[in-house]
């Protein structure tokens, strides 16, 4: 899609999240910005996993390091049976799923949050060695989680049955068994929680997003880069939220935003693909882990064998998978 197709980011903001009464827009420059490490000690293992499965993957881990979560598919002569892997440390549960459920989310508690669960592909939860169903809206054609805090706190998405928007959903802890529809941005989807409660997402339609941050008591302020055209954030951590800005000389540029003083960085270009912060700033994506503005790429892949990090703790453990030949679950520390 060329610029000239999009909408200005002034156009999309007028339009949608200053309909939603924001605040002031955050895009001031970066004053800081985590420190480069050297990778000299960054080690790649494998989790323990299935050997029956024909696949299996690695796809949260907690902001501790302790607890991770992931899938694997297990072909049984003519069926396919879908796995939830629950690791503890190094101590693996598989839990059996009616469909392709997948985790989005795990905090420091292991609860475990995530989507695709039966045939309605209902989003779920996995506390106490459970899986439980979560209430979900009636009038949504469907409805998904993206996020949970340490409190239990959990957000998603819900796409409208009449209109077919998506509007933003907040599942509290302080009222369990409940959800509740969140007062946001038209088109909204969250895509992260704090510790906090602050949220962040994007606004508008496809192609055209806008980002907002939604402060603890309930304001809205957006989140861009002075001239962008779209601004598309993903996930947030502690003070930081990443995603991309288009702007007018470059499309999909990479960036990390200070939630706290509204200044951003424009991350390394051979870091497209942005997949999970964490509290300290550290960022993950493909096969690659960003310190301050520069990235390097994780040991462990080759020719003909592919990795992708998935996700990254507090502590910089971070998890994924290697893709020789089968799909296997890693972990990556030291790095």
Same mark, same amino acid.
């Given at each position: 899609?060329?610029?000239?197709?999009?909408?200005?980011?002034?156009?999309? =903001?007028?339009?949608?999240?200053?309909?939603?009464?924001?605040?002031?827009?955050?895009?001031?420059?970066?004053?800081?910005? %985590?420190?480069?490490?050297?990778?000299?000690?960054?080690? +790649?293992?494998? $989790? %323990?996993?299935?050997?029956? #499965?024909?696949?299996?993957?690695?796809?949260?881990?907690?902001?501790?390091?302790?607890?991770?979560? !992931?899938?694997?598919?297990?072909? *049984?002569?003519?069926?396919?049976?879908?796995?939830?892997?629950?690791?503890?440390?190094?101590?693996?549960? *598989?839990?059996?799923?009616?469909?392709?459920?997948?985790?989005?989310? /795990?905090?420091?508690?292991?609860?475990?949050?995530?989507?695709?669960?039966?045939?309605?592909?209902?989003?779920?939860?996995?506390?106490?060695?459970?899986?439980?169903?979560?209430?979900?809206?009636?009038?949504?054609?469907?409805?998904?989680?993206?996020?949970?805090?340490?409190? !239990?706190?959990?957000?998603?998405?819900?796409?409208?049955?009449?209109?077919?928007?998506?509007?933003?959903?907040?599942? %509290?802890?302080?009222?369990?068994?409940?959800?509740?529809?969140?007062?946001? %941005?038209?088109?909204?989807?969250?895509?992260?929680?704090?510790?906090?409660?602050?949220? /962040? @997402?994007?606004?508008?339609?496809?192609?055209?997003?806008?980002?907002?941050?939604?402060?603890?008591?309930?304001?809205?302020?957006?989140? =861009?880069?002075?001239?962008?055209?779209?601004?598309?954030?993903?996930?947030?951590? @502690?003070?930081?939220?990443?995603?991309?800005?288009?702007?007018?000389?470059?499309?999909?540029?990479?960036?990390?935003?200070? $939630?706290?003083?509204?200044?951003?960085? #424009?991350?390394?270009?051979?870091?497209?693909?942005?997949?999970?912060?964490?509290?300290?700033? /550290?960022?993950?994506?493909?096969?690659?882990?960003?310190?301050?503005?520069?990235?390097?790429?994780?040991?462990?892949?080759?020719?003909?064998?592919?990795?992708?990090?998935?996700? +990254?703790?507090?502590?910089? =453990?971070?998890?994924?998978?290697?893709?020789? *030949?089968?799909? =296997?679950?890693?972990?990556?520390?030291?790095?």
């Amino acid at each position: 899609m060329t610029h000239t197709a999009r909408r200005t980011l002034a156009g999309v =903001t007028a339009a949608g999240l200053l309909t939603a009464s924001l605040g002031v827009a955050v895009s001031a420059p970066a004053t800081a910005a %985590p420190r480069a490490a050297a990778l000299g000690t960054c080690k +790649i293992s494998t $989790l %323990p996993y299935p050997t029956d #499965t024909y696949r299996a993957d690695a796809n949260v881990i907690d902001p501790t390091g302790r607890f991770v979560a !992931g899938s694997a598919l297990r072909i *049984e002569g003519t069926d396919n049976q879908y796995l939830l892997l629950f690791w503890d440390r190094n101590r693996l549960t *598989e839990v059996e799923a009616p469909s392709m459920a997948t985790p989005a989310d /795990v905090n420091a508690d292991g609860v475990v949050i995530g989507n695709g669960w039966g045939n309605s592909g209902q989003p779920w939860r996995y506390r106490n060695g459970r899986v439980e169903q979560l209430p979900v809206v009636p009038s949504s054609t469907g409805i998904s989680v993206t996020a949970i805090n340490k409190a !239990g706190d959990i957000v998603g998405l819900g796409n409208d049955i009449d209109t077919g928007e998506f509007f933003a959903v907040r599942w %509290p802890a302080a009222r369990p068994g409940t959800v509740e529809v969140l007062d946001a %941005p038209a088109n909204a989807q969250p895509r992260g929680i704090t510790a906090n409660g602050t949220i /962040v @997402g994007t606004a508008g339609d496809f192609g055209y997003w806008t980002s907002w941050v939604r402060r603890p008591n309930g304001r809205y302020d957006a989140l =861009t880069v002075p001239g962008a055209q779209m601004s598309y954030v993903s996930e947030a951590a @502690g003070q930081w939220a990443i995603g991309h800005v288009d702007l007018p000389d470059s499309i999909w540029v990479p960036v990390r935003w200070n $939630l706290r003083d509204g200044s951003y960085t #424009t991350l390394d270009p051979q870091s497209p693909s942005l997949e999970d912060v964490n509290a300290k700033g /550290v960022v993950v994506g493909a096969d690659r882990v960003v310190r301050g503005t520069t990235s390097r790429v994780l040991p462990g892949g080759s020719d003909g064998v592919g990795i992708g990090a998935r996700s +990254i703790s507090d502590t910089g =453990t971070i998890v994924g998978f290697r893709n020789g *030949e089968r799909l =296997t679950p890693v972990r990556w520390t030291g790095c």
